[in-house]
T-cell receptor, first 112, second 113 residues
């Protein structure tokens, strides 16, 4: 089955700096890669996603890149703000079943 | 606005009890999922269902079962609760037949004593 590894587990940046979170996946047939943000005490919510026919996608300060050959994808947050502090999860969709496989999460702390 | 609602926010149960966690979604989604969230382990799939009365095992189904008698409701059952099942349980639903775009409930924090 699919296996998703996520790094780093914790990340601390100064407000205004950029943050990068990286994930690798094992199943070359995976074709959908979402990122979820979970604020303290709240449910995970989708913030951006990318499909395997696209190499990069941006939404304001957030961008995701995908390298299918290397089987890795990354989340980039620019001009970080304190409200970006949360746990971020990457995931991959395995075409062999109808469910997402998640990474282990990254706790991002943005220091004001 | 998609709404996925879990019946309890916090539960405390005793070892050996049979525990029911309920989840309801109001958007007529085909797919429903139960995940378990533990620090450092991310979200691990327990069971999922793509239709009424249909279910498939996820990555960690041992000690759990599920029930989906109606499209909007998906129940997770701990047959005999144990302390290692103390965790945060998250229900999710998806409109896509390929299991993408998951919408999560608020979670149930279960403590087994």
């Amino acid at each position: 089955g699919e296996n998703v590894e996520q790094h780093p587990s914790t990340l601390s940046v100064q407000e205004g700096d950029s943050a990068v979170i990286k994930c690798t996946y094992s199943d070359s047939a995976s074709n959908y890669f979402p990122w979820y943000k979970q604020e303290l005490g709240k449910r995970p919510q989708l913030i951006i996603d990318i499909r395997s026919n696209v190499g990069e996608k941006k939404d304001q300060r957030i961008a995701v890149t995908l390298n299918k050959t290397a089987k890795h994808f990354s989340l980039h947050i620019t001009e970080t703000q304190p409200e970006d502090s949360a746990v971020y999860f990457c995931a991959a969709h395995n075409t062999g079943r109808r469910a997402l496989t998640f990474g282990s999460g990254t706790r991002l702390q943005v220091q004001p | 606005d998609v709404k996925v609602t879990q019946s309890s926010r916090y539960l405390v149960k005793r070892t050996g009890e049979k525990v029911f966690l309920e989840c309801v979604q109001d958007m007529d989604h085909e797919n429903m999922f139960w995940y378990r969230q533990d620090p450092g382990l991310g979200l691990r799939l327990i069971y999922f269902s793509y239709d009424v009365k249909m279910k498939e095992k996820g990555d960690i189904p041992e000690g759990y079962s599920v029930s989906r008698e109606k499209k909007e409701r998906f129940s997770l059952i701990l047959e005999s609760a144990s302390t290692n099942q103390t965790s945060m349980y998250l229900c999710a639903s998806s409109p896509s037949p390929r299991g993408t775009e998951a919408f999560f409930g608020q979670g149930t924090r279960l403590t087994v004593v």
